[in-house]
């Protein structure tokens, strides 16, 4: 029996490792942590034959090599040991990957950028699901992949993938329908080291899907598009006038109505979600059905009864007329800016976690403009407070956590008369938490319990 080793506990690593056992493999899944919850993940997969190594580092000097790797995203993939494991010719692939081999007989939609991938691949399945169809969301949000081919019976009408750069650099198979790029600006560079090849990485998937959808409004995307992705569907929340490409084929805002192809869709004021950086968002998934054949009317619909999405600027609650809002998607400085700009000030800001590399300037200034006073937490926040000293910006205290953050800010809000607290972090979570999800629903949790820590 041949053996396979899936890198990482989490639900990818899990649905790879489900998934390589069911086709016959002998498989182990490893991860470098251990917790409690890890400890029962491990006896419930031990159970099912699949090995599992806690507070392990992968190996190559093991006694028993395996013949395939799938690595989760949050492997790195020029990892010395994934090096050395290609270099011996041991095939080593992502999850996505893995999941793509046994569902590409189904069409797929990939939406990748640095920001509004995750509303925009959303609102995409939203629209799919209102027209009839079995469309779910998965990849970087949602299912992983891989769990949507463990699924008995049917195979999915569509299937409406979100792909990180980290995804895509491991994945050199998938090859969608449509692909759709959202954003493009300096992230992850510590791990990619540059811009080029960040963009490279991104572009490899639009180039490997049959159509392509393309963001008008983002400054870097549209310079690139001068010269590139002449025959793709741009997008503008700007009017007609400026399109790139064919505009019979593209997604614009004209006389606040959505036009697609040259008709109208849908008024622009249906999608729900504040923010012109959501217009884009609604324009790009509005592109996609429409080339996927998608009645307008449907469209129409789902756009209307979008609810928003979970961690992207949601709201979670108004407590004493103060609005609470969890942004914690927010991961880097450009979609802290955006969320910032896109609530009524002044605002409590809660920001920091574990920094990335980037321009944060633009982040500073909007919260010059927009905060009444910043509370900061996590790894970053004697950095970030040394930069709000720098831009001459003093109404900052550092908290350390969201425990602590959250009455406070309700001290804050009452004393500035805030309208908004708004977590919105500008850094991955990993400091204290195991991703962006686990530190919103701690958000979500101290707010629901308002009335008990505000005593």
Request: glycine residues 8%; contains cysteine; proline residues 4%.
């Amino acid at each position: 029996m041949a053996n396979a080793h899936a890198i990482g506990l989490g639900k990818s690593g899990i649905a790879a490792a489900r998934l390589l056992k069911r086709e016959g493999w002998q498989v182990t899944v490893s991860d470098r942590a251990t917790s409690d919850s890890w400890r029962q993940q491990q006896q419930q997969l031990q159970s099912e034959g699949i090995a599992v190594q806690l507070n392990y580092a992968f190996d190559l000097a093991v006694l028993e090599k395996p013949q395939l790797i799938v690595v989760s995203p949050g492997v790195p993939w020029d990892a010395p040991v994934l090096v050395a494991a290609r270099d011996r010719g041991i095939e080593t692939i992502g999850e996505m990957e893995l999941a793509w081999r046994h569902l590409k007989s189904c069409p797929w939609i990939a939406i990748t950028g640095t920001n509004g991938k995750t509303t925009t691949t959303f609102l995409i399945a939203a629209i799919f699901q209102a027209a009839g169809l079995q469309a779910p969301a998965c990849g970087n949000i949602g299912y992983a992949a891989c769990e949507l081919a463990l699924r008995p019976g049917k195979s999915p009408d569509w299937i409406i993938a979100e792909l990180s750069s980290y995804q895509i650099e491991s994945s050199p198979g998938v090859a969608p329908i449509i692909g759709v790029w959202t954003t493009f600006t300096p992230d992850h560079l510590s791990r990619h080291k540059t811009l080029e090849n960040y963009y490279d990485i991104k572009a490899s998937l639009l180039r490997r899907s049959q159509l392509q959808v393309l963001n008008g409004d983002d400054g870097y995307l549209r310079q690139m598009g001068l010269t590139q992705w002449r025959s793709a569907c741009w997008t503008t929340v700007k009017g007609k006038g400026q399109l790139l490409g064919d505009r019979a084929q593209g997604v614009y805002i004209q006389d606040r109505w959505v036009i697609a192809q040259g008709e109208p869709i849908v008024p622009a004021a249906a999608l729900r979600m504040p923010g012109m950086h959501n217009q884009q968002n609604m324009l790009m998934a509005i592109a996609a059905a429409r080339l996927a054949g998608i009645e307008k009317e449907a469209i129409a619909r789902a756009i209307r009864e979008f609810p928003g999405v979970p961690h992207r600027l949601e709201l979670i609650r108004t407590y004493q007329k103060i609005d609470f809002i969890n942004d914690s998607k927010a991961t880097n400085y450009d979609a802290a800016q955006v969320g910032l700009s896109s609530v009524n000030s002044p605002a409590i800001l809660i920001a920091g976690g574990q920094a990335k590399e980037g321009d944060d300037i633009l982040w500073m200034q909007t919260i010059k403009g927009k905060a009444a006073a910043v509370l900061l937490i996590g790894d970053a926040a004697e950095q970030f407070a040394k930069r709000l000293q720098q831009v001459g910006y003093e109404s900052y205290e550092i908290v350390e956590t969201l425990d602590k953050a959250v009455p406070k800010a309700v001290e804050l809000a009452q004393q500035y008369r805030a309208k908004v607290v708004l977590l919105s972090p500008a850094c991955a979570s990993f400091d204290q938490y195991r991703n962006f999800e686990e530190r919103g629903e701690h958000f979500r949790q101290l707010c629901q319990q308002l009335e008990s820590l505000c005593i």
